[in-house]
């Protein structure tokens, strides 16, 4: 059974920063692309970054520069470094672990940025 569990979301004030963790079980988490997204509500959810497993990144234009994605292939955990927060960041954000043809999606864990 695939299991992807999102933690560390939480309040933070503007330009705060937060960190959060999506660890994954029953998958060869080494051989997945992971990703991070999120949905603010009202809107479509939208890619913010992903890792090959490889180890090459891609960010949104969005949060390039604020935002790092990492993984540890011993830990089977991707990460999220959020930094320099702006209200705009507020949304549920998810990970995702891919590996064609299949892809699997965490719980989602609340991050909202608010004075």
Same mark, same amino acid.
């Given at each position: 059974q +695939? &299991?992807? +569990?999102?933690? %560390?979301g939480g309040l933070v004030q503007p330009g705060g920063?937060?960190?959060?963790?999506?660890?994954a079980s029953g998958i060869i988490f080494?051989?997945?692309?992971?990703?991070?997204?999120?949905?603010?509500p009202g809107k479509e959810r939208e890619s913010v970054a992903s890792m090959s497993s490889g180890g090459t990144a $891609?960010?949104?234009?969005?949060? /390039? %520069?604020?935002?790092?994605?990492?993984?540890? $292939?011993a830990r089977n955990t991707v990460y999220l470094q959020m930094n320099s927060l702006k209200p705009e960041d507020?949304?549920?954000?998810?990970c /995702?672990?891919?590996?064609?043809?299949?892809?699997?999606?965490? &719980? %989602?864990?609340?991050?909202? +940025?608010s004075s």
């Open positions: +695939v &299991q992807l +569990v999102e933690s %560390g920063s937060l960190r959060l963790s999506c660890a080494s051989g997945y692309i992971m990703s991070w997204y999120r949905q603010a $891609n960010y949104a234009d969005s949060v /390039k %520069g604020r935002f790092t994605i990492s993984r540890d $292939n507020t949304a549920v954000y998810y /995702k672990a891919y590996r064609w043809p299949r892809d699997y999606w965490g &719980q %989602g864990t609340q991050v909202t +940025v």
